[in-house]
């Protein structure tokens, strides 16, 4: 018996063993754990996307050595009492939703905000609105564009309407950079959903989109059972939204940080 077989017995039977082992989840092609982070957590016989945390994204988007986190004390609190959320706040090993920092990508000055699904499936709340509108103000002090990288299921209903009221904090932030004549790149991961894909997500100057990404307000599923009608086939996955103009461009993950210098560079002479 080959040690695929072997292995996919032995996941049957006790589940893929957590840190050498896992599955593609389109493909089931057994992979060993370190092979498809080197490959940047791409399958490699089927090409399917997998999450990237926000420290592993920050590492391969910006230059060695060069991020500098911003605003890592800042913690959501659950000021509504609502029924599960402490404990759910206290289950990853970042203290919210986003990572925020000053890098350098290309050698070009950056002001970066990555989200990670990991933390609560990327919800928006008030630290992550809070973070994101200060890492904006500081690239307007220091006249640097604006880079953010989505990753999201909206806004985080724990905590009501102030997480609703941090779509027009974020976005009014951004209409202040532009004003400030500052680039602002989004970049959307999978998925960028609800009240984070309906404000700053859509809002870049240019907005990228990883391949295969789920973007838009309400999910598929949702939206057929609204309207009652069978959806085109792709519907809201990135390559469709770039051929109906809501994304300039799809880059492969591997192109991402390439294609960023690039704009930075672009941006930087106007």
Request: proline share 3%; hydrophobic share 40%.
């Amino acid at each position: 018996m080959d040690i695929e077989k072997q292995v996919e017995e032995i996941s049957q039977k006790r589940g893929i063993l957590a840190g050498i082992w896992t599955k593609c989840k389109k493909c089931d092609q057994i992979l060993l754990q370190k092979d498809l982070e080197e490959n940047l957590m791409i399958c490699p016989k089927c090409g399917c996307y997998s999450r990237l945390d926000a420290r592993k994204r920050i590492e391969i988007t910006v230059d060695e050595g060069s991020f500098k986190e911003t605003n890592s004390n800042l913690r959501s609190v659950d000021f509504l009492s609502f029924p599960g959320y402490k404990e759910k706040i206290k289950k990853t090993d970042i203290n919210d939703a986003v990572v925020t920092g000053e890098a350098k990508i290309g050698g070009y000055n950056v002001i970066i905000a990555v989200m990670d699904f990991s933390f609560m499936g990327g919800s928006m709340g008030s630290v992550v609105g809070e973070k994101i509108v200060k890492a904006i103000e500081k690239a307007i002090k220091k006249k640097y564009p604006v880079i953010i990288i989505s990753s999201s299921g909206g806004a985080r209903m724990q905590e009501g309407i102030v997480s609703l009221m941090q779509m027009g904090k974020t976005s009014a932030a951004i209409a202040k950079l532009s004003e400030a004549g500052l680039a602002y790149i989004s970049v959307l991961a999978d998925p960028t959903t609800g009240g984070v894909a309906a404000s700053f997500a859509m809002l870049g100057d240019i907005n990228i989109a990883e391949p295969k990404a789920l973007i838009g307000f309400a999910g598929p599923r949702v939206i057929e059972q609204t309207i009652r009608q069978q959806l085109p086939e792709g519907f809201q996955l990135s390559e469709f939204l770039e051929k109906h103009g809501m994304v300039d461009i799809v880059v492969e993950r591997k192109n991402m940080r390439d294609t960023l210098t690039k704009l930075l560079k672009f941006f930087a002479k106007k």
